[in-house]
């Protein structure tokens, strides 16, 4: 099924979290087709060693008095350790037993991939010999494929995937017979390698598991605070397996169609205040502890003020629920006795982060890179991470800007790609 010209999926990621089997029952919710995840469960029985009849039971529940689909992906035998590279030659075996297109296949192996990396970077293994508890079961398999299959006969596969941040819950979970502090280890680790945001949420509970979390990781190419401007068109809710007090246990995916404006926006505040009095070394101290407190972006203006006085403005950008916390900060660093808040709306290009990898001296290096794009999906600014760039520098001996330089034949085949 062909995707739409500017279709959008939303995900929504907060509150409740997102697990394997909310994408399959919030994609079924949609109206994928059932038939296909039951052959996906009947090709990972015949393809998967020790799975053994594998059977996948769909039905209607309530959470948080939401009508959701819950499905439960059920083995006739009960899952042991499997090395990484059994799950993923297992994989590779059940895409091309069904035909899943290039983009079902590169996203299925990709995931797989995803959590092997995370695991062996929990446990110290390489990837080839780590070995998989819960994530070597039949039903990772099941939910990985079945997204899959689900999106390519919603017809979605190629549609501008958006994503809130995923919350991961608090407090404590216990797997393998011990307890960890959420998110789990594997989630924190994707988390921390796709550099994809995260929050905490209200439940005291594990909220996002790692196959959940892969399966976003890979599917998304933008992730906001707020949507895009697009037009809802169908809604679908997955539910998790349990009944939580504090909040909805659904997945919620939006299908819609982008309308023409090119960005998105959100509301923050621009904290202000004018130091007359002041040192530089206090000003400089001043911004470190704003940017340690969260300010999304500090700057310093040297203005005249009353009585032919030299002075500056220091200005801060900050999420509205963050706005007191640095107000504070400002007063305890500087002295100010008052601060400026100006609540103002902010236009945010769509954007999305991917990986390149740069030959520097005969050596790879790979750096992030952060994409602009216009309402086409066409990309119109990179700028890759300074980190990135400082850490090859401080390795190789080049400058930062001799490390751009080499990088710009990779940019511009990038944008020429997406032309």
Same mark, same amino acid.
């Given at each position: ?7 959008? &999926? ?6 409740? !979290? ?26 990972? #029985? ?36 499997? *090395?990484? @590279?059994?799950? $993923?030659? +297992?994989?590779? *075996? ?21 959590? $092997? ?12 010999? &780590? ?19 689900? @999106? ?7 549609? +501008? ?5 995923? #919350? ?7 797997? #393998? ?13 994707? $988390? =921390? /390698? ?26 998304? /190419? ?27 246990? &659904?997945? =919620? ?5 982008? $309308? #023409? ?7 923050? &505040? ?23 407190? !969260? ?60 990986? %390149?990898?740069?030959?520097?001296? !005969?050596?790879?290096? =790979?750096?992030? @890179? ?12 990179? *700028? ?7 850490? @090859? ?10 490390? /751009?330089?080499?990088?710009?034949? %990779? ?6 790609? /997406?032309?």
């Amino acid at each position: 099924m062909k995707t739409l010209p500017n279709q959008v &999926v939303i995900i929504d990621a907060s509150p409740s !979290g997102v697990s394997g089997d909310k994408y399959l029952g919030a994609l079924l919710d949609l109206g994928a087709d059932l038939e296909s995840l039951r052959k996906v469960a009947r090709t990972v #029985s015949e393809n998967f060693s020790g799975a053994g009849k594998v059977v996948v039971k769909v039905r209607k529940v309530e959470r948080g008095e939401i009508g959701a689909q819950h499905v439960a992906i059920e083995s006739e035998k009960e899952p042991g350790k499997s *090395k990484g @590279v059994q799950v $993923l030659r +297992a994989a590779e *075996k059940c895409v091309a037993k069904l035909g899943l297109s290039d983009w079902g296949s590169n996203f299925s192996l990709s995931v797989i991939k995803t959590l $092997l990396h995370a695991e062996s970077r929990v446990h110290g293994h390489p990837k080839n010999e &780590v070995e998989l508890n819960e994530l070597g079961s039949a039903d990772t398999l099941v939910d990985v494929l079945g997204v899959a299959c689900l @999106v390519e006969s919603l017809g979605i596969a190629g549609a +501008a995937w958006w994503s809130s941040p995923v #919350s991961v819950g608090g407090g404590t979970t216990r797997f #393998s017979d011990r307890t960890y502090p959420n998110p789990p280890p594997a989630v924190a680790e994707i $988390l =921390r /390698q796709y550099s994809f945001p995260m929050e905490r949420g209200s439940a005291n509970v594990e909220l996002s598991t790692p196959t959940g979390v892969a399966i976003t990781v890979n599917l998304v /190419q933008h992730y906001s605070e707020s949507y895009p401007n697009f037009k809802p068109e169908k809604i679908g809710y997955g539910a998790g397996s349990k009944d939580l007090e504090d909040v909805a246990n &659904v997945l =919620r995916l939006t299908m819609g169609h982008g $309308l #023409s404006s090119s960005h998105s926006h959100d509301e923050i &505040v621009i904290l202000e205040t004018n130091l007359d009095d002041v040192s530089g070394e206090v000003i400089g101290r001043a911004m470190e502890k704003l940017f340690d407190s !969260g300010a999304r972006d500090v700057t310093v203006a040297p203005v005249y003020m009353k009585k032919n006085r030299p002075g500056h403005i220091i200005s801060v950008i900050a999420a509205k629920d963050n706005a007191e916390t640095l107000a504070e900060v400002l007063m305890i660093e500087t002295g100010t006795l008052g601060v400026r808040e100006l609540p103002v709306i902010r236009h945010i290009s769509p954007r999305q982060t991917t990986v %390149i990898d740069v030959k520097v001296k !005969g050596k790879n290096y =790979r750096l992030k @890179v952060k994409m602009s794009e216009d309402h086409k999906g066409r990309m119109i600014g990179a *700028k890759l991470e300074y980190e990135d760039l400082k850490r @090859v520098s401080d390795q190789t001996g080049l400058s930062v800007r001799e490390i /751009q330089n080499l990088a710009k034949p %990779i940019l511009e085949n990038l944008r020429m790609k /997406q032309a």
